[in-house]
């Protein structure tokens, strides 16, 4: 059984266009995270999640709105799609404890490209 | 704020040879927490190791071992014997410790090792 599942696995769209993607975890866990990796293959933290409230919210284009439906789940939808979007786009999830510094479990990324 | 610096962009070993991935880190905090990932070709990103900042005593497992030393902030990797399926990057991470909401890694750039035969 997959722990952290996304789909999809490849994005392939147009500049302006708006994509969704989801992420599921069945691990249990109290807290969820989006990263971008870019080109360089550079993790950067996009937003956090616990338990469907938001944590952590980076400096990210308002374009990116996250949504955790139930602490299962958190997707990722874009609107307006550009150039400089096109990166790997990775779910993940962690079990926070009471002195922090859990691992992260992540999924097998989103290749998201925008032409 | 936080900083990993992994200065080795690439190495390149033959395959039963011992390598060894460098890993600096920053922060003020007193309280942390250091990662070791790998992402293989295939692209998923595992986790190896966790360590805390009160935890110095070396860890192995396997042909992994890990060498943290608080006293020049640096949390090495070294892999004994490698082999062809240890061709991945690596990325070292930084995390403060926060109270039971979220762990915002840090990540450093990561090295990529390539084991040839």
Redesign the interface.
Known sequence: DTAVSQTPKYLVTQMGNDKSIKCEQNLGHDTMYWYKQDSKKFLKIMFSYNNKELIINETVPNRFSPKSPDKAHLNLHINSLELGDSAVYFCASSQEQAVGGSPLHFGNGTRLTVT | AQKVTQAQTEISVVEKEDVTLDCVYETRDT???L?W?K?PP??????LI?R?SFDEQNEISGRYSWNFQKSTSSFNFTITASQVVDSA?Y?CAL???????????T?G??TRLQVTL
């Not at chain 2, 295939?42 to 986790?47: M, N």
């Not at chain 2, 995390?95 to 890694?105: R, Y």
């Open positions: 309280t942390y927490y990662f990932y992402q295939s692209g998923e990103l595992v986790f966790r805390n990057v990325f995390s403060e410790a926060k109270t039971g909401t979220a762990s915002k890694l990540f750039t990561g």
